[in-house]
């Protein structure tokens, strides 16, 4: 009872932190164009529009979508048809797969310290990982790399049991090459990194043969590529994984015009989301010498951190050797990132956390004082959520909301070709009304402009609609 109360207050600093760094933004409106993407065809999947292997995003854009391979959209479409429409759909799902993430994490960790003090400081872990922005930011943003990150951390936790418990060896490892397909199969050869999870176990600890390395390795491999093998004896998996292939995966290597051909930018950027981190260490090594404590690491503990970095450079650094980066891409490799760090320090805190006596006065004002965090921070994270505007596109949601039920859902509007590059107003219109947007052709019932645009962009026999608008103006053709 007394570690419960010991360890309490930390709990509920991270807990505050959850709430004011991922759900505060989380259940906003407004969202990151990709994820808004994701949503819309996850959505139109559940409403009968597009089928699992072959997705559909708009009539005008993307009327096949095979940008990535549909598990992500074929389990969030499930969401759309048990709980409906609403904009906090797949805000609930994405605040799901955050729960299951930590729940993942800590089983991992406790592999390896179930019967050890650094169980009790599971929490510095998660303050690690909810630390770097960008983990934050996917969770709030519906973009992929969450869910394939699950599915890895769950191989991870397989391939953990494995050597740690020493039991089921071929379920685990069966459940393991599961899992990476199932990461796969959210977005392609990323989702892979985790084969390597064996080679540097071996490598960390070396308590294993290189035989036994190899052939457990290559067993989690053939059970991946059988899978597929599987799959791809279907047709209509066959010609969505061409066209995959060829409109996404060719391009990602080749295509200079993506996100940037910069292959080292994404070190740059993974350095500068560890910072939060960095000062978190820095920090506790200044308290602890402080404090006088030996700082001297346990040879156990620095394999498992070893292993752990080892686990998350493979789901990183693979990255430079495309041209399309960006910094959400490495997501799913930061929780080995939180749990390499969280090692090296846990012995030392747990070892002081233990020390603290829970009847003092010092502990009960830092009890109380943490509640009271607690408490400000559901406060503000529901008041920001409930009287805040927008997170962003503030005006074009207001438009998108007036103009969208004006309009028959599943209708085309046309649009300027100067708008044709207005992603996140296509993502909108898609993902809430069904609603498409033409830039090649002035023959539909409605054309779309920016206030600020040229009234001559206008074709001739339409008219303005008098509609409350702050960023658009809405026309109707009448004759």
């Known amino acids: 009872m007394n570690t419960t109360k ?17 759900i ?30 072959h997705p559909h995003f708009s009539q005008t854009v993307m009327p096949v979508f095979h940008e990535h391979p549909p598990l992500f ?22 605040l799901l797969i955050a729960f299951i993430t930590v ?5 991992i960790w406790n592999c390896f310290f179930n019967d050890k003090p650094e169980k009790d400081v599971f929490w510095l872990v998660i303050l690690f990982w909810i630390s770097i922005p960008v983990c934050c930011w996917a969770f709030a943003n519906n973009v992929e790399e969450p869910t394939m990150g699950m599915f890895d951390l769950a191989s991870i936790l397989f391939i953990s049991k494995l050597f740690v418990q020493k039991s089921n060896t071929w379920f685990n490892l069966f459940m393991a090459g599961l899992m990476i397909f199932a990461a796969s199969l959210c977005k392609g050869f990323q989702g892979l990194f ?6 540097f176990y071996w490598a960390a600890f070396r308590n294993i043969s290189f035989g036994r390395m190899f052939a457990q390795s290559a067993l989690i491999l053939a059970i991946v590529v059988i899978l597929y093998g599987i799959l791809l004896l279907n047709e209509t998996v066959r010609s969505s994984y061409l066209f995959y292939f060829n409109r996404r995966i060719t391009a990602a290597f080749t295509d200079s015009n993506f996100a940037g051909n910069d292959r080292f930018g994404i070190l740059d950027r993974l350095f500068s989301e560890l910072i939060p981190a960095f000062i978190l260490m820095l920090g506790g090594a200044i308290f602890f010498r402080i404090k006088k404590m030996d700082f001297t690491l346990d040879k156990n503990n620095l394999r498992i951190s070893m292993w752990f970095f080892l686990i998350a450079l493979s789901g990183t650094l693979p990255l430079m050797l495309t041209l399309e980066q960006s910094g959400f891409y490495f997501v799913p490799a930061l929780p080995y990132y939180a749990m390499g760090f969280a090692v090296l320090f846990a012995p030392f805190l747990s070892k002081l ?25 559901v ?15 503030k005006e074009m949601l207001h438009d998108i909301y007036t103009i969208g039920p004006v309009i028959t859902q599943r209708n085309i509007i046309g649009i300027p070709a100067e708008m044709g590059n207005e992603w996140s107003l296509l993502m909108y219109y898609s993902r809430y009304f069904f609603i498409s947007l033409d830039a090649s052709s002035t023959q539909h019932k409605y054309f779309l402009i920016e206030k600020e645009l040229s009234r001559k962009l206008v074709p001739e026999g339409y008219k303005l609609m008098n509609l409350p608008t702050q960023k658009y103006d809405l026309y109707i053709r009448s004759q």
Request: no cysteine; hydrophobic share 50%.
């Open 6 to 22: 010991r360890q309490l207050p930390f709990w509920l600093i991270v807990f505050s932190a959850f709430f004011i760094l991922i």
């Open 24 to 53: 505060r933004d989380l259940f906003r409106d407004g969202m990151f164009m990709d994820g808004m993407l994701y949503a819309a065809v996850a959505h139109n999947l559940a409403n009968g529009l597009g089928t699992f292997w």
């Open 73 to 94: 959209f074929g389990i969030e479409s499930i969401f759309f048809k048990i709980f409906g429409s609403s904009m906090y759909v797949e805000r609930t799902y994405e």
């Open 103 to 107: 729940f993942l994490i800590y089983k």
């Open 194 to 199: 985790p084969l390597t999870a064996i080679f």
């Open 353 to 377: 956390t233990g020390q603290i006596n829970v009847n003092s006065n010092k502990f009960k004002i830092f009890r109380y004082s943490t509640w009271l965090l607690f408490v400000a921070s």
């Open 379 to 393: 406060v503000f994270s529901l008041a920001t959520i409930i009287y805040s505007p927008p997170k962003r596109d």
